[in-house]
């Protein structure tokens, strides 16, 4: 009995963070209340604050359900270990344009997090989960970059934490962009290109 119910609380918390993602996307974040969310869930009110603490903690845990392009990407290469990261960088990047442009759900909440978050009161653990995540890449993209510079013998075209900063501005741009308008250009051909071009004005060919 105690393990139904453990399943029960389970897929009422997951039947929550599906109808978050539906009604995140289609109305915004601020502009979304609890009682929406429960509604589209077929529950109630209760039933979320038995499983989050506010609106805030539950988009996080939206979030924490998916793992969002770039940082499993940078995730894959950190693990490699390889003197010159730089090859696996490269292909990382382009996984996570494939998996933005294939992966529904990952484009959804991608969708959300990017363009219907607005950063009122209420939702500052939101925007600092956002600063904490773009603080960790680019520490993780200088490191890298710095890596393969020392393991090629080359000096970046820009100190690594410029290096590092416009590169994560380069690919998050190209995939807010690509969501504004998936139509507009393909985004794993332009991606890759665009990366490929800025990694060799930083003089890592």
């Not at 390889?82 to 990047?93: F, R, T, V």
């Not at 484009?107 to 607005?118: P, Y």
């Not at 970046?156 to 139509?183: F, K, M």
């Amino acid at each position: 009995m105690a393990r139904r119910s453990k399943e029960d609380a389970l897929a009422t918390r997951n039947s929550l963070l599906d109808a978050a993602e539906r009604v995140f996307l289609a109305q915004g974040v601020a502009g979304t209340s609890l009682n929406d969310i429960a509604l589209a869930a077929g529950t109630t009110r209760g039933a979320i604050y038995w499983h989050f603490r506010d609106k805030a903690d539950l988009f996080n845990a939206m979030m924490d359900r998916v793992a969002m392009p770039l940082q499993g990407a940078l995730e894959m290469v950190e693990q490699a270990h390889e003197a010159d990261p730089l090859p696996a960088l490269k292909q990382s990047l382009r996984q996570a344009f494939h998996q933005t442009v294939n992966d529904p759900q990952t484009r959804r909440v991608f969708e959300v997090a990017t363009h219907k978050v607005e950063y009122v009161d209420s939702l500052c653990a939101v925007r600092a989960r956002h600063q904490e995540i773009r603080d960790e890449t680019v520490a993780c993209f200088r490191q890298l970059l710095l890596r393969s510079a020392a393991a090629r013998g080359v000096r970046l075209g820009l100190p690594g934490p410029a290096a590092a900063q416009g590169l994560l501005a380069l690919v998050d741009g190209l995939i807010q962009n690509w969501l504004l308008d998936p139509h507009a250009f393909e985004l794993e051909t332009a991606g890759v290109r665009a990366v490929e071009t800025y990694l060799r004005g930083m003089g890592l060919e």
